[in-house]
């Protein structure tokens, strides 16, 4: 038994679901509106005061709390509802449009008017350098020249950018270079290629990386939020990890959680209950269904965070029972989400969301934008659910 609580929470687009369990090892359900202003300022926290019998806006003795699990669905709304942050590209000249027109795959091959669809960062920069793929230098990286356009950028208010360069998957020097630039210069967010998604193909890489830029913000924001309540991260910790590179912390401060591994989905280290540490331990389910640590969270592994829990939760359950081959159907109050297990867990690697290209590990999951919340209408002689 362990002295402390621990919780699994559940952030919906609709409903958030929190599952306490008390040192004696009974479980709590607490289920609250993802989104109720008048009444709480984030529904994770409200559940585990709830749980907790603490007032609202009460501090959270974080000496009680073990372990904090949770899938969230923070980033699938920003992207669907484009409500990411302001993003500039830096890329190779010559390729500014390389994004753009992608693979030119035609969804509708008869189709007269081809509509490209829309692009997530706001401004391009292109960069004069250039390396060949046999890692020849062509043309050598010029910052001096791409760095007034740099600070016009961020002086318009653009405080996260992706660096995309040519063959930067394999000879990554010169993005280095230009990332090191980025960062004294106090971009809040500097997603670069070889970091994210450190493969070959221009297109699914850059894609992949202008995603984290235009989502890992508005999830740092989120994640600080929540760690600045329960105590696992105070303020200034907040501010200053907000403003290091990606998975970067500094000598002499404390990461914004008690750093684990990923675990693999149904991996063991997931479930055990948290023993003797002082500080609560937070942690966030990512899209291919393992946990990280709060700090190491970022955008491009958060689209299925709060989907891919329920597949983990599905196949654990159905093998308790006795199953395993099993069909999943979730359906929320937003979205509706089937799954499929055999034996193994199905996942994809190229994966468009919300009408976006990304190459990260993902459990297969389909979604339909029709939940239970979604209205029922009757028009020319049939039903038609939604899409409000």
């Excluded at 699994?8 to 369990?21: L, N, P």
């Excluded at 007269?112 to 043309?139: F, M, S």
């Excluded at 318009?156 to 090191?180: C, L, M, R, S, T």
Aim: aromatic share 6%.
């Amino acid at each position: 038994m362990t002295a402390k609580w621990d919780f699994w929470i559940d952030r919906g687009g609709t409903f958030t679901d929190v599952i306490g369990r008390d040192p004696e090892g009974g479980l709590h359900p607490r289920k609250l509106l993802s989104e109720n202003p008048e009444a709480y300022a984030d529904a994770a926290i409200q559940g585990i005061r709830d749980l907790l019998g603490l007032k609202s806006g009460a501090p959270i003795p974080s000496g009680l709390i073990g372990d904090i699990k949770m899938g969230t669905t923070v980033a699938t709304n920003a992207l669907l509802e484009r409500k990411g942050d302001r993003v500039l590209l830096l890329i190779t000249k010559g390729f500014r449009d390389a994004l753009r027109i992608a693979y030119q795959a035609r969804p509708d091959i008869f189709a007269k008017e081809i509509v490209l669809p829309e692009q997530l960062y706001e401004r391009v920069i292109e960069v004069d350098e250039r390396v060949r793929a046999d890692g020849c230098v062509e043309r050598l990286l010029d910052i001096a020249a791409c760095r007034p356009a740099i600070e016009q950028a961020k002086a318009d208010g653009i405080d996260a950018v992706a660096i995309v360069f040519i063959h930067a998957w394999k000879y990554p020097d010169h993005e280095k270079a230009v990332a090191k630039v980025c960062r004294k210069l106090e971009f809040r967010q500097v997603s670069v290629s070889h970091e994210v998604s450190p493969l070959i193909k221009l297109v699914g890489r850059g894609d992949t990386t202008v995603v984290d830029a235009y989502l890992s913000p508005i999830l740092a924001r989120y994640v600080q939020r929540v760690a600045g309540e329960l105590g696992v991260l105070s303020p200034l910790e907040g501010e200053m990890a907000a403003k290091r590179p990606e998975g970067v912390i500094s000598e002499g401060t404390a990461r914004a959680s008690n750093p684990v591994e990923p675990t693999p989905p149904g991996g063991f280290a997931a479930t055990l209950p948290s023993r003797g540490r002082e500080s609560p331990r937070l942690m966030f389910m990512m899209s291919s269904g393992g946990l990280t640590a709060a700090d190491m969270f970022q955008g491009k592994d958060a689209l299925l965070s709060g989907p891919a829990g329920g597949v983990v939760g599905m196949v654990e359950t159905a093998k308790l029972a006795g199953f395993d081959k099993v069909i999943g159907f979730d359906m929320g109050g937003t979205s509706t989400d089937v799954a499929h297990y055999d034996g193994d867990y199905e996942r994809a690697f190229d994966t468009e969301v919300a009408g976006v290209r990304i190459r990260a590990p993902m459990m297969r999951i389909h979604t339909v934008a029709a939940g239970g919340g979604s209205i029922l209408h009757y028009e020319a002689g049939r039903f038609r659910a939604g899409p409000d």
